[in-house]
């Protein structure tokens, strides 16, 4: 869960600078993903601790946090000036994180255990990951594209 997390920021928004006019909103969005980070890490935490079926307080933080986490990326993205340069790229990869998201949430409404549930979070960070990978791998020029 914290690879999938670290993977889609960093791969994503790190060193990529907003657009000047949206520098505020840029530097303010920043919060809500670190709040939903650090309940994130307290909802795996929690979920790991329980092992088995998850009272709805635990999966609900869990869910909540890491989906509030990825619409959080996914919002920040548009903000980001390459956004522009390669708008084959990034529009896709946003519809994917706010799809993400809300699988992720649909993962609330189930009453999986501990290992589904931390399971699903996995595969449904991961899947930005790769549709970002399979991506780059089609873009023609990648050494601009891994600079910007």
């Not at 890490?41 to 609900?60: F, I, N, Q, Y």
């Not at 340069?85 to 990034?90: L, R, V, W």
């Amino acid at each position: 869960v914290a690879i999938g997390l670290w993977w889609i920021y960093f791969d994503l928004v790190s060193n990529r600078q907003p657009v000047s006019r949206r520098t505020q909103v840029w530097l303010y969005l920043h919060f809500p993903l670190v709040v939903a980070m650090a309940a994130g890490g307290a909802g795996v935490l929690a979920t790991v601790e329980a092992g088995g079926p998850l009272a709805d307080e635990v999966r609900w933080l869990l869910v909540g946090s890491l989906a509030a986490a990825v619409a959080s990326v996914a919002v920040i993205m548009t903000t980001l000036e390459v956004r522009r340069a390669h708008a084959d790229f990034y529009p896709p990869a946003e519809i994917v994180l706010f799809a993400s998201a809300i699988a992720i949430v649909g993962v609330g409404r189930t009453d999986w255990g501990a290992k589904t549930s931390l399971a699903a979070m996995a595969a449904l960070l991961l899947a930005p990951v790769a549709m970002g990978i399979m991506l780059w791998l089609r873009h023609q020029d990648r050494e601009s594209f891994a600079m910007d």
